[in-house]
């Protein structure tokens, strides 16, 4: 993993040395020297920044530079937190974009061998292809949520870009993709053929305006995510800066940062990045709401409450609702208060649900269950299940 990472910047390391007593930037070890990487025992989160921006589709030849973000990020106080970070520097751009992939593939499966939850600030989108293929030596199938105004599938036959990558998850073999979920897209930035095909792979897609009017809808989503993915176009310009962002529509900081909070509580989200980051050594205010997304999605992780063992009855409580030939049983977390409803096994080869008969869901979604209403997500879930 070393070999492929620089160190943090001496402008980082000496605006380190300014801070107060206290924030972040004093708890934090960093990698300030080639060849020395922190100490990774009792780590919980390593902040990474990927500098490869070349399959952007709008690329024109810039360099990407994370200092203002990191110094951002250093100068804000930690919460009432039981877990460490370091910042291990940054993966510089290879001799191709293949190679980028390659070195940050290998970062965060070692990462993830580790226990650590890899924090990427990346450039071009394209690189959750690479942050997808960290998972293939552990065997699983694996949820994506991106937060996104775009689907990003693109062509799967054509080059990948920061506007296709989803589509090459899907296609490119090992197939361990289960469920991707799109989260405030918009949608006249997407095709109609996308929206289709969205549907007939039965993903699950949230519009912007259904999301903000009511955020925590997103909850159950994220809950069952593995890998999440922020791109800041789904952020409104006005809250970034209007030069590093086209979108007058999008989420607005506050709403932003309880995503992320609800990323960092699901207890299955072992990775989490932010792409299409720029340098804003220009643009303070767009530093410190990204740095504000980690700090959030941070503080979620620290207060992360397992409820997932439903072997002892005790812990929960069930229900069961009949739907025409359908009991659908759900389960509430004593201890949580959250809402999970159970998907049928169904014992064939072909299974992709190996792992878990769980489906996270919301107690809006018993109640339409108990009017006779399936839940989409359960019916997409079994479907997907079945195929």
Same mark, same amino acid.
């Given at each position: ?6 160190? %943090? ?75 460490? %970070? ?55 199938? %694996? ?155 941070? /503080? ?7 409820? /997932? ?17 359908? %009991? ?60």
């Amino acid at each position: 993993m070393i070999d492929f990472l620089i160190p %943090v910047s001496n402008s980082v390391l000496a605006h380190r040395e300014i801070l107060p007593e206290g924030v972040l930037g004093k708890h934090i070890a960093v990698h300030s020297s080639k060849g020395e990487l922190p100490e990774l025992t009792n780590v919980k989160f390593a902040l990474i920044g990927v500098k490869e921006n070349r399959n952007d589709v709008d690329y024109i030849g810039e360099d990407l530079c994370f200092d203002a973000i990191r110094k951002t990020f250093y100068s804000l106080y930690p919460g009432n937190w039981k877990h460490n %970070v370091i910042d291990i520097g940054d993966i510089d751009k290879g001799e191709t974009v293949q190679d980028t992939y390659f070195a940050l593939k290998a970062v965060v499966s070692d990462l993830l061998k580790e226990k650590i939850i890899p924090l990427i600030m990346g450039g071009s989108q394209d690189l959750v292809y690479a942050q997808y293929r960290s998972y293939d030596s552990l065997g699983n199938m %694996v949820n994506l949520v991106n937060v996104d105004s775009n689907f990003d599938i693109g062509d799967a036959e054509s080059t990948i870009t920061n506007k296709s990558f989803i589509g090459k998850v899907i296609v490119d073999k090992p197939y361990s993709l289960f469920n991707y979920s799109a989260i405030g897209y918009q949608s006249f930035f997407n095709s109609p053929d996308e929206i289709s095909l969205m549907e007939k792979l039965f993903f699950d897609a949230y519009r912007l305006g259904e999301v903000t009017a009511d955020i925590t809808i997103v909850e159950p989503i994220l809950r069952n995510a593995d890998i999440v993915s922020f791109d800041i176009g789904a952020i409104k310009s006005a809250e970034l800066s209007y030069k590093n962002s086209k979108s007058p529509n999008g989420f607005d900081g506050r709403e932003i940062c309880a995503i992320a909070r609800y990323a960092g509580i699901s207890n299955k989200v072992s990775s989490f990045g932010v792409y299409e980051l720029k340098d804003f050594a220009d643009a303070q205010s767009a530093a410190m709401l990204i740095s504000q997304v980690f700090w959030y999605f941070i /503080e979620g992780v620290n207060f992360r409450v397992s409820d /997932e063992d439903f072997s002892n009855e005790t812990h929960y409580t069930t229900y069961k609702v009949p739907i025409d030939d359908e %009991v659908l049983i759900f389960k509430k977390s004593i201890k949580t208060g959250r809402w999970w409803i159970e998907l049928p096994f169904i014992s064939n080869n072909n299974n992709k649900l190996k792992r878990s008969t769980l489906l996270p869901c919301t107690y809006g979604e018993y109640l339409g269950a108990c009017n006779q209403e399936i839940p989409e997500r359960w019916m997409k879930a079994r479907r997907k299940n079945e195929i």
